[in-house]
Each structure stands twice: as C-alpha cells, then as structure tokens.
Nanobody
Framework: QVQLVESGGGAVRPGDSLTLSCEGS????????LGWFRQSPGKEREFVAA????????YYSDSVEGRFTIALGNPKTSVSLQMNSLNPEDTAVYYC???????????????????WGQGTQVTVLA
C-alpha cells in the first residue's frame, strides 16, 4: 500500500503563485511516477503534471505548460507542484497520484494511477 498526503492549497488572486506538496509513504520502491490531477465541480478529473522517479522526466498538460513546475523532493517519495500565474480556470481540488511505472511510459490517464491522496482545494478568486 502507498499513502499520499497533500498540503499547500488555499485561496489566491489571479497572477499569484502557490506551491502544493505531497508526501508519499508505505511500500514504495523501484521505478514509479508521481503525478498531479485536478477536478472542478461538474468536470472530469484531469491530468496536470507527472514526474518519473528514475530520470526525473516531467510532462504537463497543455493548459499548465510553462506555468506549473513539478519536482521530486528529498526523499524522492515526495513531490511538489509550483503553480505560477494562476487564473480562475485553475480553481479545482488538486490530487496527488502514484503509480509503479517504467520511466519510458507516459502516464496521463486517471486509470493509470493506483493510489491517490485526499485532495487539496485551490481557489483562484475571480
């Protein structure tokens, strides 16, 4: 089992920055990915960003590319999401996710991830 705990959400104004953190624990070993998804009311949970533990390879959704940065922490069972230039469309519950995966596979689907955090609310005031 893998446990994930997010922190760092809050309410900000357009143009502000915010950093989310996720601490992973449990039976974590080998190669894996840590990712972030988000879900707004009435919408599907969507991929935001992910990072591979082995090579640190990162990938992002088009909507956040260039504004958000995902990074592994120390130890490498934690991950952060630095969010810059936030706008109201970024308002959502943000979820940390984990999957055992070779580094050469991209994992962007919700079904690709086996473990999830409880979520943290990010609100960008209009």
């Amino acid at each position: 089992q893998v446990q994930l705990v997010e922190s760092g959400g809050g309410a900000v104004r357009p143009g502000d920055s915010l950093t989310l953190s996720c601490e992973g624990s449990g039976n974590i070993f080998g190669d894996y990915k840590l990712g972030w998804f988000r879900q707004s009311p009435g919408k599907e949970r969507e991929f935001v960003a992910a990072i591979s533990r082995r090579l640190g390879t990162t990938y992002y959704s088009d909507s956040v590319e260039g504004r958000f940065t995902i990074a592994l922490g120390n130890p490498k069972t934690s991950v952060s999401l630095q969010m810059n230039s936030l706008n109201p469309e970024d308002t959502a519950v943000y979820y940390c996710a984990f999957t055992f995966s070779p580094y050469y596979y991209e994992r962007r689907g919700r079904v690709d991830y086996d473990y999830w955090g409880q979520g943290t609310q990010v609100t960008v005031l209009a």
